[in-house]
């Protein structure tokens, strides 16, 4: 799919009221029924919507612009669509415009309602963290009964009708107020608002139409999270009771410490130990990075602390376009315990070099006074 940005044709910097105008613009130039000619305005209308659902949501456009497509679109079941839920284009269309898409009638049945959303934690690797992974991640949810087929109804039977709404799953009532008449809808007691009444409940749900299992899920990690970051599976969750459309699954993702690197925005930061030969000498050595061994020369001289940067070794960014940086930073390790032949060399090398050290009976008197505190 198109970038959401070109489809709407607006900038990455655009306000909400921007987004919302060019999406009017937009829906009302490539509606199906003024289009009626043209067999690819539907689709060219349904990606503009999409695109619409995503930028007009704060939270959904941040995931967008931080992960691209992958942070928004992670898949959807049964007739959820996976840009906005159980709702459709639908509903999109009708908060913008009024009425429905097509020039259906608004509202409806009731119907059963929609499952309840659940939340689980993740724990992932620096690695899966850095480069994306698919991760099995089980819940505990509500799903479909197979006895009944989500029904409710017992074998051999099936809901009937409710007979006080007439299947509409709402009552109506008319009142008089000081303005007239006044008529207010609300779901049927019978029922509660399914429209059908169950009269030989399943035996294996007891009518709810959903049992209690725990299914893994693969959820899609995209590359470049981090902890604290949400990834949203709509449609994944509980379904509702009797048939009803599921809800949500927000996997809120932790990223595990790893023993060499951490992350420091888009760059990954690692220590490499060296002795004080190497650092006065220069050396080559080869260093494990996230993609494989790299070979990195220090030259003769390299202080403590000297950070040396292997470009597009980092975390992936934000926006698709390429990765942060490897950032090595030199440590220079000072023995604790020297044998005689190195000391004796590092004597000769700081009166070469006129630096003033302690005589080498100063030591053994200092060690063998703090045995005696």
Same mark, same amino acid.
């Given at each position: ?24 613009? !937009? ?102 963290? &850095? ?19 989500? @029904? ?5 039977? !099936? ?10 799953? +709402?009552?109506?009532?008319?009142? +008089? ?5 006044? &008529? ?7 029922? @509660?608002?399914?429209?059908?009444? &169950?009269?030989? *409940?399943c035996t294996t749900c007891r009518g709810e139409g959903r049992v209690i299992e725990q299914p893994t899920l693969n959820v899609p990690v995209p590359a470049g999270v981090d902890t604290g ?9 509980? &379904? ?31 220590v490499l130990p060296i002795s004080i030969a190497q650092a006065a000498l220069g050396t080559s050595v080869s260093f494990a990075t996230l993609d494989g061994d790299e070979q990195l020369t ?17 975390? *992936? ?19 604790? !315990? ?9 004597r000769r090398y700081a009166e070469e070099a006129g630096e003033q050290v302690l005589p080498a009976d100063a030591g053994l008197l200092s060690k063998i006074r703090s045995a005696f505190r």
């Open positions: 799919m198109a970038d959401f940005y070109e489809l709407l044709g607006v900038a990455p910097t655009a306000s909400a009221d921007d987004i919302k105008s060019a999406y009017r613009r !937009k829906a009302r130039e490539l509606h199906p029924d003024a289009n009626p000619d043209n067999p690819s305005a539907e689709e060219q209308f349904k990606a503009v919507a999409a695109a619409y659902a995503v930028l007009s949501d704060p939270e959904q456009r941040a995931r967008y612009d931080r992960f691209g497509e992958a942070g928004v679109q992670s898949g959807a079941s049964g007739g959820s669509d996976p840009f906005f839920g159980s709702g459709g284009l639908g509903d999109i269309f009708e908060a913008v415009f009024g009425g429905g898409m097509f020039g259906g009638r608004p509202g409806g049945p009731s119907g059963p309602p929609r499952g309840q959303d659940v939340e689980t934690v993740v724990d992932l690797s620096f690695e899966q963290a &850095v480069f994306g992974a698919t991760v099995p991640v089980t819940v505990r949810t509500a799903v479909r009964c197979t006895n009944c087929s989500g @029904s409710g109804a017992g074998e051999g039977t !099936k809901p009937v009708t409710c007979v006080e709404c007439g299947g509409v799953g +709402q009552v109506r009532r008319v009142r +008089q107020s000081l303005l007239g008449q006044m &008529v207010t809808a609300a779901p049927c007691p019978r029922c @509660s608002g399914y429209g059908e009444v &169950v009269v030989t *409940p970051s949400t990834l949203r599976l709509s449609g994944r969750g509980p &379904v509702g009771p009797r048939g009803g459309p599921a809800g949500d699954v927000y996997v809120h993702l932790r990223v595990q410490p790893h023993e060499r690197f951490h992350r420091d925005g888009d760059d990954v930061v690692a220090v030259p003769a001289g390299t202080p403590h602390g000297r950070e040396f940067k292997l470009r597009g070794r980092g975390v *992936p960014r934000a926006t698709g376009r390429g990765r942060g940086d490897l950032r090595v930073v030199v440590e220079v390790v000072v023995p604790s !315990k020297l044998s005689r032949a190195q000391e004796e060399l590092l």
